[in-house]
């Protein structure tokens, strides 16, 4: 397809960047796809993966004039523009591609010519100027503002867990008897599966005042319902399509005419008339097909020949 004329594509076993792979990238599309005007030096931000640091990698940069930044390990959740901002969005992106993809097609597999149209499509939603520069914003790389990755919530979240884990002093917690589910709603055995439904969104909507584990459970039932109500209602259609295919291959049964026992009695000289009429016809036709038979034999005549 014209679309993809000036992708690059390529594989590995394991599906993991090699150091062969980053090489090819760095050559095939980071250095034509960002060559500056006048000889420029370039910067390239990367993570630590081993793959960026072989020596023909740093080598083809010191060529090129490209310099190198690495991150700090464990930071790209923080610092990486991609993963902040467009990985995400295209993720939603393609996620909606697929569903949008199986209302058309009843299939399984996504197919490499179908996941090809789909990411496509993603991507052209997704990976946007707006999108590329809101991701160095928010990492405060471009701009420069070295404050707004040390407040991040990320981070924030992460330190205040490692500092209270480092400062509280080791105390002997008394055993406690384990929590009981308290909710106003009264439960009853479910009957049918939309009342085990309603319940547990009842209590998933109650379940805010519980602890993390709770509404933890509570999302990942729901969650699976909805992915079984999902499957189950794609099973249906298909059922329901198979069964109208199957009408069509039966061979018709011949129905059965209802006839009124007072009709047929009040039509009944009728009939038998009929059903006279129709039977000397019958001896006729065999008579004659008979009289025709004999002179056909007659008219044979046996020659021999010489």
């Known amino acids: ?40 030096a370039r910067l390239l931000i990367l993570d630590g993966h081993g793959s960026h640091e072989t020596t023909d990698f740093l080598w ?33 992106a393609y996620r909606k591609e697929l569903q949008k993809l ?21 991507h052209q939603e997704s990976v946007t100027p707006s999108n590329i520069k809101s991701g160095w914003r928010t990492t405060g790389l471009r701009p420069v503002s070295v404050a707004k990755p040390l407040i991040s919530p990320l981070l924030l979240e992460n330190s205040n867990k490692s500092t209270n884990l480092t400062l509280s002093k080791p105390q002997e ?12 709603i009264k439960l009853q055995t ?25 509404r933890l459970l509570f999302r990942k039932v729901i969650k699976g319902i909805d992915e079984k109500e999902y ?16 009408k069509h291959l039966r061979p018709k049964k011949k129905r059965k005419v209802q006839t009124s026992p007072n009709s047929k009695f009040a039509t009944i000289r009728a009939i038998r ?32 020949a010489e």
């Open 190 to 214: 479910p009957k049918v599966r939309k009342d085990l439904y309603l319940q547990i969104r009842s209590l998933a909507s109650e379940s805010h005042d519980q602890v993390p584990t709770q």
């Open 1 to 40: 397809m014209a679309i993809f004329d000036n992708w690059e594509f390529t594989a590995t076993d394991n599906g993991w960047t090699t150091d062969k792979t980053a090489l090819e990238w760095l050559e095939k599309v980071f250095i034509p796809q960002t060559a500056p005007r006048d000889h420029l």
């Open 102 to 122: 199986n209302s058309l097609i009843d299939s399984t597999s996504i197919g490499k010519r179908n996941f090809l149209v789909s990411y496509y499509k993603a």
């Open 173 to 184: 917690t008394p055993i406690q008897p384990p929590k009981v589910f308290n909710t106003s």
């Open 273 to 304: 008339e009929a059903q006279i009429a129709a039977g000397e016809r019958q001896i006729k036709s065999v008579e004659s097909e008979s009289e025709e038979e004999s002179k056909s034999t007659v008219s044979c005549i046996e020659v021999d």
């Open 231 to 246: 499957e189950l209602g794609k099973a249906n259609i298909k059922i329901k399509e198979l069964e109208e295919k199957l």
């Open 60 to 92: 083809k940069c010191l060529e090129h004039n490209i310099y190198l930044l690495f991150l700090p390990p464990h930071t790209s959740h923080i610092l990486q523009p991609l993963d902040l901002t467009v990985f995400s969005s295209l993720k939603r």
